[in-house]
């Protein structure tokens, strides 16, 4: 089962999809799970009309991904945050995440979640995509905030130039990331 993250869904005044027409063209057998942050707190204040909070939302998880193996959580930036966050917490087969931030700043969030790197565990495969050409480091898509979650064997760090959704699913490079995952949990 996959369970894809989307970033702040008011921005684009719906639900976030982003992976959906690449999941259903390429991996149309598999249950995925689409979830949105409308109320733009890096699911802080949970899901509308699910959780109000981080703890709900984890149970939530829980319950919706009982039995179901694998379990590969996605999202990016504020969803690579909740991939990267949920993931560690209900210790997935695997989180990918591309610009998440992992340090947040702002103190209306649950202190407990403000900094991802103490809850990375060492059973959950990470895989997580920098954008190098994000100068600043007080930008919440910073390399910083990847290499702040670096803490073990299990978690990867691709950093590239310029990170583009568009251009890795027109390569060929998002399938075989996706491709990878589900072979290693078919043998």
Excluded: W
Excluded at 3 to 27: D, I, N, T, W
Excluded at 111 to 116: A, S
């Amino acid at each position: 089962m996959i369970v894809s993250f989307g970033g702040y869904a008011l921005r684009c005044q719906r639900v976030p999809r982003e992976f959906s027409k690449f999941l259903e063209q390429h991996f149309p057998d598999q249950e995925v799970l689409y979830l949105s942050d409308t109320s733009c707190s890096t699911y802080h204040k949970g899901i509308l009309g699910v959780s109000t909070s981080v703890d709900e939302t984890t149970e939530y998880l829980r319950k919706e991904t009982a039995g179901r193996s694998p379990l590969i959580f996605i999202g990016t930036s504020g969803g690579g945050y909740a991939a990267i966050l949920f993931g560690s917490l209900l210790n997935v087969d695997h989180v990918i995440a591309f610009i998440p931030p992992t340090i947040l700043y702002r103190d209306d969030k649950e202190p407990r979640y403000k900094n991802l790197r103490p809850l990375i565990n060492s059973r959950t495969q990470y895989q997580l995509f920098a954008d190098l050409s994000v100068k600043d480091p007080k930008d919440c898509h910073h390399v910083s905030h990847c290499e702040n979650v670096c803490v073990g064997p299990n978690v990867t760090l691709v950093k590239k130039d310029r990170l583009d959704l568009k251009q890795m699913r027109d390569s060929g490079e998002l399938f075989e990331i996706f491709q990878s995952i589900l072979e290693i949990n078919r043998t």
